[in-house]
């Protein structure tokens, strides 16, 4: 039996993602956190950041990003094409998210990127997500529904009723929140496209002051 879309548990696995182009475009979570912070600038960490679509919309709004995730195929190819002065707020890490220590941050990006944590992390790495938000700075991100075609008996990832979500965000203000379920695709490894039902929520949440 042909493993589940082969799970991207591997950072290789990523490659075909991140060069479809199609895909790379910037989440309207990230879009939505931009135009509540209303001109705000400061620091932003972009985590499973991807061929760094919304890296590159932080970027051009004079945000100093660091754009964090295990294959950094993609956005190694956005810093290239970047201007001296651009390059100078991009800051690259490679790293997984089950690893990764984050500094404190204005702005903490996540799109379409945590749910490939399997449950058992999950609770850990939203601790050190939650915790390296400034009082008033903002998340924004997604999460994978429970009707997701992905969800039964998946171990690998992390689906999550509604109000799973809004528990999260316990000590956050949730200014803006989007759940959507639509047929689409997803794409494998092998670039081969694979019919899904997508069942997401999008987030953005502003952290309360202390
Ligand atoms: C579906 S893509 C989303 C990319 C981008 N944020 C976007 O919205 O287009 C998921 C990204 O998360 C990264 N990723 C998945 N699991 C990861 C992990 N455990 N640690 C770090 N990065 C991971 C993948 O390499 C991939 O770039």
């Not at 950041?49 to 294959?71: K, Y």
């Not at 997984?96 to 058992?120: D, Q, R, V």
């Not at 092998?190 to 202390?210: G, I, N, T």
């Amino acid at each position: 039996m042909k493993k589940q879309d082969d799970d991207n548990t591997s950072a290789s696995n990523w490659n075909a993602f991140q060069k479809d182009k199609k895909r790379n475009v910037p989440s309207n979570a990230a879009k939505m956190a931009l135009k509540l912070f209303d001109n705000r600038k400061g620091l932003a960490i972009d985590i499973g950041c991807g061929a760094g679509a919304d890296s590159l919309l932080m970027l051009e709004q004079d945000w100093s990003v660091i754009a964090l995730d295990h294959n950094t195929l993609g956005i190694n190819i956005v810093y290239e094409n970047l201007d001296a002065e651009k390059k100078d707020n991009l800051y690259i890490v490679q790293d997984t998210f089950e690893n990764m220590k984050l500094h404190t941050c204005n702005w903490l990006n996540a799109s379409f990127s945590l749910p490939f944590i399997s449950p058992k992390d999950y609770d850990d790495v939203w601790q050190k997500i939650s915790n390296s938000i400034a009082p008033d700075g903002r998340f924004s991100g997604t999460f994978f529904g429970n009707k997701d075609s992905w969800a039964p008996g998946n171990t690998l990832r992390t689906f999550h009723t509604k109000e799973q979500v809004i528990k999260l965000f316990g000590g956050f203000e949730i200014e803006w929140f989007d759940e959507r379920e639509r047929e689409g695709t997803s794409i494998d490894a092998s670039r081969v496209e694979h019919l899904k039902h997508w069942h997401v929520f999008e987030v953005v949440a502003k952290k309360v002051q202390l």
